[in-house]
């Protein structure tokens, strides 16, 4: 099983100030079709969790450009370039090789 | 656009099953996957299974032996049974669309708070 692991765990973040959060699988995300299966999500207050990223670096529909994600392989990063009030909550990757498995998830607050 | 919504009783008892329905409106559920996750009070996200439309499927190896995820296309609807759930299986239940040739569950319910108690 591929294991996903996310750090930090938190991270209070002043307005304006860029944020970054590492996700590691245990095994190559790279699936036989060319794509690497790897995926953000967002749990804001009280809402359902909403894509935000995926295929490791595209936006999904809506999500604004201070939302970036990078990495291949096994280590992948997701970064706020400015972070906003309304960006916080829990941030989870995934990897959808065969199964889907959520990493432990990352809480974001403001400073 | 795709709303999801799912149903089922609140509340279960400890050795039962527990069963729930996701209804799809706005679309169809032709050309997907749909998957169930859930979410302990306080905990993290956790993926339970994952069914095609037309039938296949796929389970979290750690459920597997207790999960059945079935699939009705003539009331657009997927379901979700778990046996023998303990209070360990008292979470929060969201059902959402998977993957469809691009990204993966890009459109989740509300979710349903189900608990586990006698």
């Known amino acids: 099983d591929i294991v996903m692991t996310q750090t930090p765990l938190s991270l209070a973040v002043t307005p304006g100030q860029p944020a970054s959060i590492s996700c590691k699988s245990s095994q190559s995300l790279l699936h036989s079709d060319g794509k690497t299966h790897l995926y953000w999500y967002l749990e804001k207050p009280g809402q359902s969790p909403q894509l935000l990223l995926y295929g490791v670096s595209n936006r999904f529909s809506g999500v604004p450009e201070r939302f970036s994600g990078s990495g291949a392989g096994t280590d992948f990063t997701l970064k706020i370039s400015r972070v906003e009030a309304e960006d916080v909550g829990v941030y989870y990757c995934?990897?959808?090789?065969?199964?889907?498995?959520f990493g432990q998830g990352t809480k974001v607050e403001i400073k | 656009q795709v709303q999801l919504q799912e149903s089922g009783p609140g509340l279960v008892k400890p050795s039962e099953t527990l069963s729930l329905t996701c209804t799809v409106s706005g679309d169809s559920l032709s050309g997907f996957f749909w998957s169930w996750i859930r979410q302990p009070p306080g905990k993290g996200l956790e993926w339970i299974a994952y069914?095609?439309?037309?039938?296949?499927?796929n389970y979290n190896p750690s459920l597997k032996s207790r999960v059945t995820i079935s699939v009705d296309t003539s009331k657009n609807q997927f379901s979700l049974n778990l046996r023998s759930v303990t209070a360990a299986d008292t979470a929060v239940y969201y059902c959402a669309r998977d993957w469809g040739g691009t990204t993966v569950l890009d459109s989740w319910g509300q979710g349903i708070l189900v608990t586990v108690s006698s």
């Open positions: 069914i095609y439309y037309s039938g296949g499927a």
């Open positions: 995934m990897h959808a090789i065969d199964v889907r498995a």
